[in-house]
């Protein structure tokens, strides 16, 4: 009996560490049905931060919603980073990461074809002059044959950055192969047929956080809830739905803003 008390005091203690790290984070969620994590916000916001002027300025809205939900905000302030450091993109950056987001760099990929040497200008660039917390790579290809392009550049970026978030955006469903490229894979980006759109079978067996679905020409807040809760149950844990439209969708934000933002955030 004395052994056995030793063993269970011993054992106690260990216990008590795994509920804990369980209630802090959270459980990743695997297979069917709808995903067990707090959902996402991952936003193209390709519009200016005009942080002088409160009534214009939508990246204020970005940096309030960055407090009630988990959000990643894509800039872009010349179809990459530019030629030069731009203080307002500074003043943008600094305040979402104060707000508790995250701010990541876009780099055109055109396909896997664009030379790799510029992608990583642009990511040195994107380093040296916001401190971004991740890259985007819009414009990901589908074909196998690119994906050591992508694993490369992943590779660049964690060099610089271990802790960096990486995000790929094929847009539509892709070879299994890219989900050691990106840490989420953007895999439906259009204005129509999320309805019967699904994932690829393989998109299950990955934990929800990796994937995300980007959805514009959504006129009404009610069909923004029911894409969010389609994306849910199609083990999607990231998602941004607008009413903007062609030829740029995500120049502003949504009228329904507000109210995605809290929808999302109740989503378990």
């Not at 872009?76 to 943008?92: E, F, I, K, L, R």
């Not at 999607?236 to 949504?254: A, H, R, Y």
Request: aromatic fraction near 12%; charge should be negative; charged fraction near 20%.
């Amino acid at each position: 009996m004395t052994a056995m008390r030793n063993a269970i005091t011993r054992i106690l203690p260990a216990l008590l560490t795994i509920v804990l790290l369980i209630a802090a984070h959270g459980c990743a969620h695997v297979g069917d049905g709808p995903a067990a994590n707090p959902m996402g916000i991952l936003i193209p916001a390709y519009f200016y931060p005009t942080w002088w002027d409160a009534g214009t300025n939508r990246w204020d809205e970005l940096v309030t919603a960055a407090k009630k939900v988990d959000l990643v905000a894509i800039m872009n302030p010349d179809s990459g980073p530019g030629t030069s450091q731009n203080s307002d993109y500074v003043t943008a950056v600094t305040q979402m990461r104060g707000a508790g987001g995250r701010v990541i760099g876009y780099v055109p990929t055109t396909y896997g074809d664009r030379d790799a040497a510029d992608c990583r200008g642009d990511i040195d660039a994107y380093y040296a002059w916001y401190a971004v917390d991740g890259i985007f790579f819009d414009e990901m290809s589908t074909d196998t044959g690119k994906i050591n392009y992508y694993r490369d550049l992943r590779d660049y970026v964690t060099g610089k950055d271990a802790s960096a978030f990486i995000t790929g955006n094929a847009g539509v469903n892709t070879d299994a192969g890219y989900i050691d490229t990106a840490d989420l894979l953007v895999i439906f980006e259009q204005s129509t047929g999320y309805d019967a759109w699904e994932p690829s079978a393989w998109v299950r067996s990955f934990p929800d956080e990796r994937f995300c679905n980007l959805v514009y020409g959504v006129s009404t807040k009610a069909t923004m809830e029911s894409y969010v809760e389609l994306a849910r149950t199609r083990n999607i844990g990231c998602v941004f739905i607008t009413d903007d439209t062609l030829e740029n969708p995500w120049n502003t934000l949504p009228e329904y803003w507000e109210d995605e933002v809290a929808f999302v955030a109740g989503r378990r």
